[in-house]
């Protein structure tokens, strides 16, 4: 079987360990430079001993990194780190990049919501928007796609089939999002410590966080206007999953039985999205491990409102599956290939 030959660079993060642990199962790929930062110099089982038996080379600084023989370099850095790495890779690399950097696509939202220019605009032109069951085709030609973040991924799977038929009113919806600690990365933060996570709900970024943006792009572009939506995130004591909680109001005469029948019809013959049957909750253990993204809808109490309940594994379909499968559409392989695997329950 032919092989595909990759290189990830942030490779001792957490999402560049989810990438390796995936790219290891995958028929196609062989697993070529393992860039770092502080980490370079450590073996893969050193810095990740789940992943001891997978073979790798040694980790390598990404500037001194060689690339040659590569078909495709995934990039799990932070954003700014990520265009300084990814503008200096050689042009016949396609990228697949799951930082924030590449997915706004004027230069200047950019600038306002993560304090600094963008110093790669020619590569933020062609930059693909990596939401797979969105962009399939673009996905599949681009050489530098941008995957959504956790967030907004969950979010727009939800949302995207609803505004786009004008089920929902595109100026009235809050969105109280969820996530396991893994997704604020392995480096060490005070507000991730265990001690001050462990045992405690908390709301941060209160109507600042830069995702609000990135999903205001994409329902805008779904609702064919500019809008904005209500987003708070929540830091939950668990270790990974994604649940977004979404309050909308129904578009005059629309039912719930509408936005499910719309969601069906969207994803009936999807791979990783699926509507759940009348009633049955979306949970995040139950798509733990997985590249599945589960959704369904339900009344309000309100009269005239719904509620849209998605959820993830943010380093699964949230980041590392979703840049997998981006891979497979970029490399004509069927998009399932290396992601056929169940969640983890319990
Ligand atoms: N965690 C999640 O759930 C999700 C994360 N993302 C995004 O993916 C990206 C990676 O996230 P995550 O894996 O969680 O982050 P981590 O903090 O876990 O890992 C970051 C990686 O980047 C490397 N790195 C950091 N700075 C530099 C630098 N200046 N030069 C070279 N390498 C560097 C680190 O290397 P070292 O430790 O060796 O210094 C490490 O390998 C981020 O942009 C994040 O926002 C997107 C969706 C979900
Ligand atoms: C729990 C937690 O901290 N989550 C991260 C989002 C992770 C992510 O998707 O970030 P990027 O947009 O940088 O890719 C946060 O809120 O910043």
């Known amino acids: 079987m032919t092989k595909l030959r990759i290189g990830v660079i942030g ?19 062989e697993i070529g430079p393992l860039a770092a930062g502080a980490h370079a110099g450590q073996t893969l089982a050193e810095v990740f001993p789940h992943l001891g038996r997978v073979e790798a080379p040694t980790l390598t600084r990404a500037e001194e990194t060689d690339w040659r023989g590569c078909d495709a370099v995934f990039s799990g ?26 997915r706004l696509r004027d230069a200047s ?24 069951e969105f962009y399939g085709p673009e996905i599949a030609e681009a050489r530098l796609v941008a995957c959504p973040g956790c967030y907004p991924t969950a979010v727009l799977l939800a949302l995207l089939p609803l505004l786009s038929a004008g089920l929902i009113v595109a100026d009235d919806i809050i ?62 004591p668990m270790s990974r999953g994604e649940l977004v909680t979404c309050h909308v109001r129904l578009a005059e005469g629309v039912t719930v039985g509408d936005l499910r029948a719309s969601l069906d019809s969207r994803y009936h013959d999807a791979a990783f999205a699926h509507l759940l049957p009348e009633g049955r909750v979306p949970a995040t253990q139950h798509v733990r491990g997985s590249n599945h993204f589960i959704v369904n809808v339900f009344p309000d109490r309100l009269p005239g409102r719904a509620v849209v309940i998605g959820a993830l594994d943010n380093l699964v379909k949230g980041s590392a599956g979703q840049a997998l499968q981006n891979f497979n559409l970029m490399f004509g392989l069927p998009e399932t290939t290396g992601l056929e695997q169940q969640p983890l329950f319990p």
């Open 11 to 29: 490779a001792s993060g957490y999402t560049g360990a989810d990438l390796i642990r995936l790219a290891a199962a995958h028929p196609n790929i």
């Open 109 to 132: 939202v950019y600038e306002q919501w993560y304090g600094r220019a963008h110093e790669a605009q020619d590569l933020l032109a062609e930059a693909v928007y990596g939401l797979t």
């Open 175 to 236: 969105i109280d999002a969820k996530s396991g600690i893994s997704g604020a990365g392995r480096a060490l933060k005070q507000n991730t410590l265990f001690a001050e996570a462990g045992e405690g709900l908390s709301p941060y970024a209160i109507g600042a966080h830069r995702h609000g943006p990135e999903i205001d792009q994409e329902i805008s572009r779904a609702a064919g206007r500019d809008i904005v939506a209500s987003f708070t995130p929540h830091l939950v």
């Open 77 to 102: 850095l932070p954003h700014g780190a990520a265009q300084d790495i990814i503008k200096s890779l050689p042009e016949d690399l396609r990228v697949i990049d799951m930082s924030a950097d590449f």
